[in-house]
């Protein structure tokens, strides 16, 4: 969780560079929706990521106890599932500034493969149900 975080505010830093660049002019229509796609899906991370650290206050205010940690699970999965995606949008995105459409798609498709073998080969611990912000 303290690395998602940084990673999320760090990609949209990237990402609104973007627009101040010279290469954004040059981008298609589809680009460009792709950029927008990449943006949004980059800042709900941020959102998600960050309301981890909100539900204890949340909690304390209206249901008196502390958060469950099925909650924040899933708080932190959907928060990777956007993260993930904005990854991938990116890749793509920057894939076809460098070398074109066909390199755009391959760096976005290696992005996904290593993405889902990160998620894959990555073993259960006792940390998964604990909470710590």
Known sequence: ????????????????????TNQFAR??????????AAAVT????????AAVFALPWIDRMFRHGMPTPG???????????ALASAVILTSDLVGNGVGGDGFGI?????AAFLIA????????????????P
């Open 42 to 49: 980059a800042a709900n991370s941020i959102l998600l990521f």
């Open 27 to 36: 981008l298609r229509l589809h680009e460009r929706g792709v950029y927008l």
């Open 106 to 110: 391959i760096a976005a498709l290696l």
């Open 71 to 81: 909650a924040v699970r899933r708080v932190v999965a959907t928060g990777r599932i």
């Open 1 to 20: 969780m303290r690395i998602l975080l940084p990673a999320a505010q760090l990609l949209m830093g990237f990402l609104l560079v973007i627009p101040f």
């Open 117 to 132: 073998m990160a998620a894959i080969d990555r073993p259960p611990t006792d940390d998964d149900d604990a909470w710590c």
